[in-house]
């Protein structure tokens, strides 16, 4: 029986049961890379399922964000499928953080870079030989006795937080996984990866990501960020918090109050710590921060002004957002439409002028950008005092373009990130990214009104200005400073997935809230109620005492 189907918005004839993958081969648009998912009515769906009714199909390779997503966790599973191949059955990785479009992993035994490399090179055989990544529903109870014996405790534990009577294992030769999401449907569509070997406790697993046209790019080590997250984790070592099965205990214990209190009170003598650091050198008069979006710039560079002037200094906070062109001189992005994250934006000459001028101690007066008419208004005098600091904000505090003409012994770069060192498990990290996301769709919902599809709609575009002009100049940076707390991620459930149970199933955006709900689901729900008003998170959950 034939039954009529559109694909890639062809419409087309086909049999009634074939597969999206046998549909795949049929497919003649220009991918760059090999197919990874369709989408089947919207809905993001493995290659192996069939078609038995009209439908409305999309075929996607990795260049799409969420195909993209699907692919890493595949090659996470081939990673770990290789070592245990290579390295003896009991060996197993850590999968820890983002490093440089890439994945910084630690083995479980030394390893050198000729390991690296045969490693490297066995997990291309792999790819070659097209083993099936075959999709399993096996009971709770049979999953959790399974990793128990592999001794991958961490996934086990994690089982008794999930209610459901039975799970998607995913099985690649003799190894089985549990990866929360999709995933491609045999190893053949792998073969886009390099690894960089760093020491022998760790390597970089590369890959291309929808940010990349060209390929994967040459590696470069940021120093910085490798270093802020080796320091959180090693502080979230001490309090036994490496995955969200502790932080869990911490929470069905009734520890979690106090969890709280710990991190909050850690965070604001790393803020005092940094305030020390910067006044150590008495030239300083000008701290630029800067970071990507949701990371709590705001309070953050509210916070560091009262530790400065605890420390006998008169910091004044100011903004590069005041300092934008006319609208008419506005730059426009590819679509015709106005584009403020563009260095361009800005008016640097008017910027620096105005800063040298405070800096030789002259009174200027500074502009306020009305942003509904379009132009600056000066309506704000200002003569630094001897003890004065400069504290600036803005996406673009890091280039080096900015304030090029200020000596730099005169400035203090901060970058500021939202590193959450927890983890899922060893192979599953938590996304900086998301945690990102998660802190925005929240804010924007409760301070402009916006609806979880409109904030969903922007973060692309959010997302392509910070990798074109916030991520390249991380290492710019004199500090960094980590604005995530461990416990938060709890906390966001409790007010992020009403709002996320809003998206429609005919929504645009409906995988990508069904995405983020099963990723919540791991998490036991933390009460906002012990979170003191100055902490960073309430710059996103309300109940502050600064102004945002």
């Not at 036994?240 to 979690?256: M, R």
């Not at 900015?402 to 939202?418: D, G, M, R």
């Not at 969903?456 to 940076?477: C, M, S």
Request: charged share 30%; aromatic share 10%.
């Amino acid at each position: 029986m034939d039954i009529k189907i559109i694909v890639n918005n062809i419409e087309m004839t086909v049999s009634k049961g074939i597969s999206l993958e046998e549909l795949s081969k049929k497919v003649t648009g220009s991918y760059k890379y090999e197919i990874i998912v369709a989408k089947v009515d919207g809905i993001y769906t493995e290659l192996t399922e069939i078609i038995t009714k009209e439908c409305n199909i999309e075929f996607f390779d990795l260049m799409d964000r969420g195909a993209n997503e699907i692919y890493l966790n595949g090659l996470i599973m081939l990673t770990v499928y290789a070592f245990r191949k290579l390295f003896g059955s009991k060996s197993n990785i850590k999968v820890k953080h983002s490093l440089d479009k890439g994945l910084y992993i630690e083995p479980s035994i030394s390893l050198t870079k000729e390991d690296i490399t045969k490693l490297e090179n066995y997990m291309q055989d792999v790819v070659m030989e097209d083993l099936p990544i075959q999709k399993l529903t096996v009971s709770r109870l049979e999953t959790i006795d399974y990793f128990n014996k592999i001794g991958y405790k961490t996934k086990a534990d994690l089982m008794k937080y999930n209610t459901s009577t039975h799970l998607t294992l995913y099985k690649l030769g003799n190894l089985y996984d549990y990866f929360y999401s999709l995933m491609p449907i045999s190893t053949k569509v792998l073969s886009h990866f390099e690894l960089t070997y760093l020491d022998e406790k760790g390597f970089v697993l590369r890959f291309p990501t929808v940010f990349m046209d060209d390929g994967i790019k040459k590696f470069e080590r940021r120093y910085n960020i490798f270093n802020l997250h080796k320091e959180s984790r090693e502080w979230a070592n001490k309090l036994d918090l490496t995955t969200v099965v502790d932080l869990n205990k911490k929470v069905s214990s009734g520890k979690i109050d106090e969890l709280i209190k710990i991190d909050e009170l850690n965070k604001n003598n790393e803020l005092m710590e940094l305030a020390k650091k910067i006044i150590s050198n008495p030239k300083t008069k000008v701290v630029l921060l800067a970071g990507p979006s949701s990371t709590g710039k705001t309070t953050t560079t509210n916070k560091l002004t009262l530790c400065l002037k605890s420390l006998g200094k008169n910091p004044l906070m100011l903004s590069m957002d005041d300092f934008f062109v006319e609208r008419e001189e506005t730059p426009k992005d590819e679509n015709g439409k106005l584009d403020f994250e563009r260095l361009e934006a800005v008016d640097l000459k008017l910027f620096e002028d105005t800063i040298k001028k405070l800096l030789d101690n002259e009174q200027v007066t500074l502009p306020t950008f009305n942003f509904i008419l379009g132009k600056k208004e000066y309506n704000k005098i200002l003569k630094l005092e001897e003890n004065s600091i400069l504290l600036i904000e803005g996406i673009h505090a890091l280039n080096p373009k900015v304030l090029e003409h200020i000596p730099k012994a005169n400035k203090a770069c901060v970058y500021l990130s939202a590193l959450n060192e927890l983890n899922v498990d060893d192979h599953v990290r938590i996304s900086t990214t998301d945690n990102r996301l998660l802190r925005r769709i929240i804010r924007d919902n409760r301070t402009r009104g916006r609806s979880v599809e409109d904030t969903l709609a922007d973060w692309p575009n959010v997302r392509k200005g910070e990798e074109e002009y916030i991520f390249p100049y991380q290492d710019e940076a004199d500090y960094t400073f980590n604005t995530a707390m461990i416990y938060e991620l709890g906390v966001l459930k409790t007010f992020v997935e009403p709002l996320l149970y809003s998206v429609d199933p005919d929504s645009e955006y409906y995988n990508e809230a069904i995405r983020l709900l099963n990723f919540l689901r791991l998490f036991l729900p933390i009460s906002s109620e012990e979170i003191p008003k100055d902490s960073i998170l309430r710059e996103f959950i309300g109940g502050g005492c600064f102004k945002v």
